[in-house]
């Protein structure tokens, strides 16, 4: 019987499954971008390999080579498809040291090899199922993650007009997390490129008034839209898929006893697992960009805690130049030589 699944192995497994899925998604573009799938492939089953030998408890001294994780592993399970994998190996020496593009037959061979290893191994060591293991493990905001989760229960009932909706909800919640955070200690985030815009404010650009103050609407409207790009390119988000994002989910309208209505128009209720497959995986890789934007959150509340209300005021310094006084400079003639 396979030992219960820790923590940190449930984290390596999610890890794999988004290398897994970033190989599908690079698999899709033109060629020769659709090359990148392999070493994405390859990562996934490389680390997947690991984390088996982590999780069966098998002693190494040093990460073996690719193939003979095969023969090390052997003594406690019998790893399918040596030679499928020994291909995509080769595949990607091919790519990487040699220059030698993988055609598309390679590719989806390679896609279809990778998942028929993840979904037969993973029940038989790990006790469960890859398609179950979740990437939101990975995530490190909080209310993104509820949503998230909240999300799949509507998908996993193939109510994908909702699930999107839930979507949608989880990636606006992950830029709020930084322009506005949820710890009010931290002072202005630098992620929040000035107050929101509403629809409300004085003066009204909307309605009957929009035709008397066209300059104001314009101005507002583009302040709307330049706020939520720079939110999301100062987070490493990748601004053409949010444009996808936007444009194949609904749009949602907040009312003021507080729920979220979005118009179930016909092209949302076309909505397929496909779309939402992708558009969850989207928001999973933008929470995990995001989040290097942690670590200056974290600083600022440092920052701010060391400098709240201090018990004396602070001084000040003049900048004095250099240290020790600015050294003096050797004067030469335009007739000296050199």
Do not use: C
């Not at 396979?2 to 449930?10: I, Q």
């Not at 799938?37 to 390999?49: C, G, M, Q, R, W």
């Not at 699930?163 to 506005?180: I, R, T």
């Amino acid at each position: 019987m396979a030992p219960t699944l820790n923590p940190d192995v449930v984290q390596r497994l999610a890890y794999v499954r988004f290398l897994y899925r970033e190989g599908i998604e690079q698999s899709r573009q033109p060629a020769p971008l659709r090359s990148r799938a392999i070493t994405s492939f390859h990562d996934a089953v490389e680390n997947y390999l690991g984390t088996v030998v982590q999780h069966l408890g098998i002693d190494v001294n040093k990460a073996p080579e690719f193939i003979q994780y095969w023969a090390l592993i052997k003594p406690e399970f019998e790893l399918p498809k040596k030679d499928s994998m020994k291909r995509l190996n080769d595949a990607r020496v091919a790519l990487k040291h040699n220059g030698t593009f993988p055609s598309e037959h390679q590719i989806e061979q390679a896609h279809r090899t990778v998942e028929d290893f993840f979904t037969t191994v993973t029940p038989k060591v790990f006790g469960v199922d890859f398609d179950s293991i979740d990437m939101v493990d990975l995530l490190t905001q909080p209310e993104t993650v509820r949503l998230l989760r909240e999300a799949q229960t509507h998908a996993d009932i193939a109510d994908y007009p909702m699930a999107m909706a839930g979507l949608v909800l989880a990636f606006d919640a992950l830029l709020d997390h930084y322009s506005a955070g949820d710890r009010p200690t931290m002072g202005p985030s630098p992620f929040k490129f000035g107050s929101k815009v509403y629809q409300g404010d004085q003066p009204r650009v909307d309605g009957a008034s929009s035709q008397t103050n066209g300059r104001l609407k314009k101005l507002s409207n583009f302040a709307t839209a330049a706020q939520d790009a720079l939110r999301v390119i100062s987070l490493g988000i990748d601004y053409p898929s949010v444009a996808r994002f936007r444009i194949m989910t609904p749009p949602l309208y907040g009312y003021g006893d507080g729920s979220q209505r979005f118009v179930n128009l016909h092209s949302v209720r076309e909505l397929t697992a496909d779309d939402y497959d992708w558009a969850r995986h989207f928001v999973i890789e933008s929470g995990l960009r995001a989040s290097r934007a942690d670590e200056i959150r974290e600083l600022q509340e440092r920052n701010f805690q060391k400098n709240w209300n201090p018990q004396e005021p602070f001084g000040e310094r003049t900048w004095p130049g250099p240290a020790g006084g600015a050294p003096e400079a050797d004067e030469v003639s335009v007739f000296d030589e050199v």
